[in-house]
């Protein structure tokens, strides 16, 4: 058995995606000679070859525009944006072009592409480096939105996301690269994980945490230092924002009669208030108190000595569990 950071994993999937299928191939900003930013796609240019890990110039627009005709050509291509605050040059290829591929050519085309994008803060960068702005994919027609918290979900979901006929915006977060282990066999095989399906991480009866993403590990903290105060917390990870996986979430809510709601990105328009907007609409009368948000702020996000403001942590996610116990 060996010990699998969420990096290394992602790699797996990838080195099995190129793999298994010739029309796969990775395209971004130094995913070839230098292997990524992060190192995820360490080894694939000398395994796989230049044609297929392609080293592009620095232009978001150009990658994703490359990406969609290659895709629509019938190739795979899973495109690799440094970071969710480089992605926004590309964000009208992505709204006005990949997004809308399958619907404006009436079925004729699809775009079978990938957005792998490292998001989140933590990691002491500043402003573009560390944004979580997956709501505003969310607001995108025609694009699946799939964020993954441990090593063989990253895997998993990467294989389901590649072989998936339509757009998907794949989200890693950052700070789970090399912090999130997980044990499998040495000569572990990465399997398709499907979209729409949460988890439950962890069962109780007092509240619903529901997450997904680097906050998932603070949310487990803090479920396990709740138990000191005679609650016992059940965590919910989404996995992925479209599609979303309600009837784990509306269940889960309906049996505890509680929940808090745990996001990075900002709290305005958020993911968070979306869920409790869903909720509410389904499960209103089984709740016994108000929904509780926790997130980041409006605002951009701050320099490494404030983070530990503006990233939620167990601190934040108790008081607000305390509120909706009382």
Same mark, same amino acid.
């Given at each position: 058995?060996?010990?699998?950071?969420?990096?290394?994993?992602?790699?797996?999937?990838?080195?099995?995606?190129?793999? +298994?299928?010739?029309?796969?191939?990775?395209?971004?900003?130094?995913?070839?000679?230098?292997?990524?930013?992060?190192?995820?796609?360490?080894?694939?240019?000398?395994?796989? #070859?230049?044609?297929?890990?392609?080293? +592009?110039?620095?232009?978001?627009?150009?990658?994703?525009?490359?990406?969609?005709?290659?895709?629509?050509?019938?190739?795979?291509?899973?495109?690799?944006?440094?970071?969710? #605050?480089?992605?926004?040059?590309?964000?009208?290829?992505?709204?006005?072009?990949?997004?809308?591929?399958?619907?404006?050519?009436?079925?004729?085309?699809?775009?079978?592409?990938?957005?792998?994008?490292?998001?989140?803060?933590?990691?002491?960068?500043?402003?573009?480096?560390?944004?979580? +702005?997956?709501?505003?994919?969310?607001?995108?027609?025609?694009?699946?939105?799939?964020?993954?918290?441990?090593?063989?979900?990253?895997?998993?979901?990467?294989?389901?996301?590649?072989?998936?006929?339509?757009?998907?915006?794949?989200?890693?977060?950052?700070?789970?690269?090399?912090?999130?282990?997980?044990?499998?066999?040495?000569?572990?095989?990465?399997?398709?994980?499907?979209?729409?399906?949460?988890?439950?991480?962890?069962?109780?009866?007092?509240? $619903?945490?529901?997450?997904?993403?680097?906050?998932?590990?603070?949310? *487990? $903290?803090?479920?396990?230092?709740?138990?000191?105060?005679?609650?016992?917390?059940?965590?919910?990870?989404?996995?992925?924002?479209?599609? *979303?996986?309600?009837? $784990?979430?509306? =269940?889960?809510?309906?049996?505890?009669?509680?929940?808090?709601?745990?996001?990075?990105?900002?709290?305005?328009?958020?993911?968070?208030?979306?869920?409790?907007?869903?909720?509410?609409?389904?499960?209103?009368?089984?709740?016994?108190?108000?929904?509780?948000?926790?997130?980041?702020?409006?605002?951009?996000?701050?320099?490494?000595?404030?983070? #530990?403001?503006?990233?939620?942590?167990?601190?934040?996610?108790?008081? =607000?569990?305390?509120?909706?116990?009382?």
């Amino acid at each position: 058995m060996i010990q699998l950071n969420l990096a290394q994993a992602l790699n797996r999937g990838l080195r099995h995606a190129l793999a +298994t299928d010739p029309t796969v191939l990775v395209m971004g900003e130094d995913v070839g000679a230098a292997g990524g930013v992060f190192r995820i796609t360490d080894g694939l240019l000398a395994e796989f #070859g230049s044609e297929r890990v392609i080293d +592009t110039p620095v232009s978001e627009s150009g990658i994703v525009g490359a990406g969609l005709g290659m895709a629509i050509a019938g190739l795979r291509p899973v495109i690799e944006l440094q970071f969710l #605050g480089f992605a926004y040059p590309a964000y009208d290829q992505v709204v006005s072009q990949v997004g809308r591929m399958r619907n404006r050519s009436r079925h004729r085309f699809s775009a079978p592409l990938v957005l792998r994008i490292p998001y989140g803060a933590g990691i002491g960068a500043a402003e573009h480096h560390s944004e979580s +702005t997956e709501a505003l994919f969310m607001h995108t027609p025609g694009v699946k939105v799939v964020i993954p918290s441990t090593p063989t979900d990253g895997a998993g979901l990467l294989l389901s996301a590649i072989a998936d006929p339509d757009p998907v915006v794949f989200l890693e977060p950052i700070r789970s690269y090399r912090a999130v282990r997980e044990e499998v066999d040495d000569d572990w095989v990465p399997e398709a994980v499907p979209f729409g399906i949460a988890l439950r991480r962890r069962m109780g009866t007092d509240v $619903t945490l529901v997450t997904y993403g680097a906050m998932l590990p603070e949310v *487990l $903290t803090t479920a396990e230092l709740l138990t000191n105060e005679g609650v016992a917390a059940e965590v919910i990870d989404l996995r992925s924002l479209v599609p *979303l996986d309600l009837d $784990t979430v509306f =269940a889960s809510v309906e049996k505890t009669g509680r929940a808090v709601i745990v996001t990075e990105g900002h709290r305005s328009c958020g993911v968070g208030a979306e869920l409790i907007a869903l909720i509410q609409e389904r499960s209103l009368y089984s709740l016994q108190a108000p929904i509780q948000r926790v997130s980041g702020w409006d605002t951009v996000v701050p320099l490494r000595r404030s983070e #530990g403001y503006y990233v939620p942590g167990p601190e934040r996610i108790v008081a =607000a569990v305390r509120r909706v116990l009382g």
